[in-house]
């Protein structure tokens, strides 16, 4: 009885996870669609475009690989950019520990694998909003949420190479991705700490926009995060 | 493209073996061993200090137009954070920014 319950709760956390992941369907597609078509044009074969969607599974870096292959740079420069542009996941994966430090090794290492700023955020929202979820939920929620994305990102990838064709600039997809993710952190505007850490975020990002390879990005986050620690102490304080 | 085929394929190679070390590393390595508390409340701010920086140039300078900022795109992302923000529901922020970047799109005759 106990283990059927706890079966059948881990199912409906996976299925939340679903459900919760979908609406990215709609940003990932034209940009897994863009990178194949990108990609070919960038005289890839449609198995090193393949490569690079089912391997390293972060557009914003396979374009910035893509880009600085087709400009000749030599392979270090382009593995240093690229790997600079993912360095934010290291942050992700910090954040994840508190929620599934215990799950076992083969489901944190899935987890890695399928960790991108889609699937983190919508899970780390959820974490956060249900302390109560148990360990085992939160791994099979994340899993859940990767569920509609990665097939589709990976299958969106073979179209844009076989049909060489993106979808028209007209219809302004490329800030779908901004609103969504905006949509996801507005809500986790808890307190004075968390707004305090986005203003800084934000600033910091604009004045160092100029960096290479979301080098400004990883010191805005820096930053951002000792700004919301630093409130969130003073209000201790100032509340005691 | 000078690049040869090998050479795209160890790009490839060590481009996704990195980003998976970068992934795992924090998850894999430190597992349930716990962490310093400051630690803990630094990473606590993680989404809202790397979301916000990270699309704030998007909004700004949006690629699609060379750049150049684009009225309709900023008012939607502000309609976008107000909803999320009085709302606290994801999924209305979206409809209304979305609405309100078509909306946008078409009045200022970029649709």
Redesign the interface.
């Known amino acids: 009885m106990a283990t059927s319950t706890v079966k059948t709760a881990t199912r409906s956390a996976y299925w939340a996870g679903v459900r919760d992941g979908t609406?990215f369907i709609l940003v990932a597609s034209p940009f897994a669609l863009l990178f194949g078509v990108i990609a070919t044009d960038?005289?890839?074969?449609l198995g090193?475009a393949m490569?690079?969607s089912v391997?390293?599974?972060?557009g914003a870096?396979q374009f910035a690989?893509v880009q600085m292959?087709?400009e000749?740079a030599g392979?270090a420069f382009?593995?240093l950019a690229?790997?600079a542009v993912?360095?934010?996941?290291?942050?992700?994966?910090?954040?994840?520990?508190?929620y599934?430090?215990?799950a076992p090794?083969w489901q944190?290492?899935l987890?890695?694998?399928l960790?991108f700023?889609q699937t983190?955020?919508t899970s780390?929202?959820r974490y956060e909003a249900r302390p109560e979820m148990t360990v085992p939920e939160r791994a099979v929620y994340f899993l859940g949420v990767a569920t509609p994305i990665t097939p589709l990102w990976v299958l969106m990838t073979l179209v844009g190479i076989l049909a060489g064709t993106a979808i028209p600039?007209?219809w302004?997809l490329?800030?779908?991705?901004?609103?969504?993710?905006?949509?996801?952190?507005?809500?986790?505007?808890k307190s004075l700490?968390?707004l305090a850490?986005?203003?800084?975020?934000?600033i910091?990002?604009?004045l160092l926009?100029w960096m290479p390879s979301g080098t400004g990005?990883l010191i805005?986050?820096?930053?951002?995060?000792?700004?919301?620690?630093t409130v969130?102490?003073w209000m201790e304080t100032r509340g005691s | 493209?000078?690049?040869s085929?090998a050479?795209?394929?160890?790009?490839?190679?060590?481009?996704?073996a990195?980003?998976?070390l970068?992934?795992?590393?924090?998850?894999?390595l430190?597992?349930?061993?716990p962490?310093p508390p400051?630690?803990?409340?630094?990473?606590?701010?993680?989404?809202?200090?790397?979301?916000?920086?990270?699309?704030?140039?998007?909004?700004?300078?949006?690629?699609?137009t060379g750049g150049q900022p684009d009225i309709a795109?900023i008012i939607?992302?502000l309609v976008?954070?107000?909803?999320?923000?009085w709302?606290?529901?994801?999924?209305w922020?979206?409809f209304a920014?979305?609405v309100t970047?078509?909306a946008g799109?078409a009045a200022t005759g970029?649709?």
């Open positions: 609406p960038a005289g890839l074969t090193q490569g690079f391997l390293v599974i972060a870096s690989a292959i087709t000749n392979i382009v593995l690229a790997l993912n360095l934010r996941m290291a942050m992700y994966s910090a954040s994840l520990v508190p599934l430090g215990p090794l944190r290492a987890i890695s694998y960790n700023d983190y955020i780390i929202g600039d007209a302004a490329d800030f779908i991705m901004p609103i969504m993710f905006l949509a996801m952190v507005a809500p986790m505007m700490a968390h850490a986005a203003l800084a975020s934000i910091v990002a604009l926009f990005l805005a986050a820096v930053a951002a995060m000792m700004v919301g620690a969130e102490t | 493209m000078t690049y085929a050479q795209i394929w160890t790009v490839i190679a060590l481009l996704g990195g980003t998976f970068i992934r795992f590393s924090f998850l894999g430190i597992g349930d061993r962490m400051l630690v803990l409340r630094l990473l606590r701010y993680t989404p809202v200090a790397v979301l916000p920086g990270m699309v704030a140039p998007l909004v700004l300078w949006p690629a699609a795109r939607a992302a976008t954070v107000g909803v999320g923000l709302s606290r529901n994801v999924l922020a979206v920014g979305v970047l078509y799109l970029q649709l």
